[in-house]
């Protein structure tokens, strides 16, 4: 069964770094695409990032694009969200994500983690 | 790509048909594949989405068939055949055609009359 368990989520202030973490298990993490989508609590949902089944590739919304990095360790099956220069509107709930395509890039999301919150607030 | 979705909300009674409309701003259709990058999840609450349909059209392995979508090119419908008391939720369509971003639509809010 697919578990994504994402962690580090917390309140820090405008301007903060934060990195969070995603802990994958269940299936070949090493072949597959991973995405971080975000939702303001009560609203829609915002694609963030992706990178790539061997990390090479990655990509952003043009909302965190220069203060988020994606990365990924394939020895230990995790994927993290490095963020900087964070805001108010940064505050959301951060899903990790599994691409349903097998070693490429489909772009839709077949397994998503609980989330975790992430509050930027002085 | 912009995705709308039509209404935000729809209240509709129980074995009723449920029909939720989405828009894309340009073709989501690869003639090169025959295939509409476009993707339903559904969220309940406290839940993350969850995957429905994909390619418009496919279901999702374990997705109980009174769901089913529609569409090509730039207008798709996600129809409940039949809706069931565990169907009140949120969904979202998605679209995955060619770069990043890949969008969502601003969702609609599915309950019972």
């Known amino acids: 069964e697919v578990q994504l368990v994402e962690s580090g989520g917390a309140v820090v202030q405008p301007g903060a770094s934060l990195r969070i973490s995603c802990a994958a298990s269940?299936?070949?993490?090493?072949?597959?695409?991973m995405h971080w989508v975000r939702q303001v609590p009560g609203k829609g949902l915002e694609w963030v990032s992706l990178i790539n089944w061997d990390g090479e590739d990655t990509y952003y919304a043009d909302s965190v694009k220069g203060r988020f990095t994606v990365s990924r360790d394939n020895s230990r099956n995790f994927v993290y969200l490095q963020m900087s220069s964070l805001r108010a509107e940064d505050t959301a709930f951060y899903y990790c994500?599994?691409?349903?395509?097998?070693?490429?890039?489909?772009?839709?999301?077949?397994?998503w983690g609980q989330g975790t919150l992430v509050t930027v607030s002085s | 790509i912009v995705m709308t979705q039509s209404p935000d909300s729809l209240a509709v009674s129980l074995g009723e048909r449920a029909t939720i409309n989405c828009k894309s701003s340009r073709s989501v259709f690869y003639g090169s594949n025959n295939k509409n990058y476009l993707a339903w999840y559904q969220q309940k609450p406290g839940q993350p989405p969850k995957l429905l349909i994909y390619w418009a059209s496919t279901r999702e392995s374990g997705v109980p068939d009174r769901f089913s979508g529609s569409g090509s090119g730039t207008d798709f419908t996600l129809t409940i055949s039949s809706l069931q008391a565990e169907d009140v939720a949120i969904y979202y369509c998605?679209?995955?055609?060619?770069?990043?971003?890949?969008?969502f639509g601003q969702g609609t809010r599915l309950e019972i009359k």
């Open positions: 994500a599994k691409d349903r395509g097998y070693t490429s890039s489909w772009c839709f999301f077949d397994s």
């Open positions: 998605q679209q995955y055609y060619s770069t990043p971003p890949y969008t």
């Open positions: 269940g299936f070949s993490f090493e072949d597959y695409t």
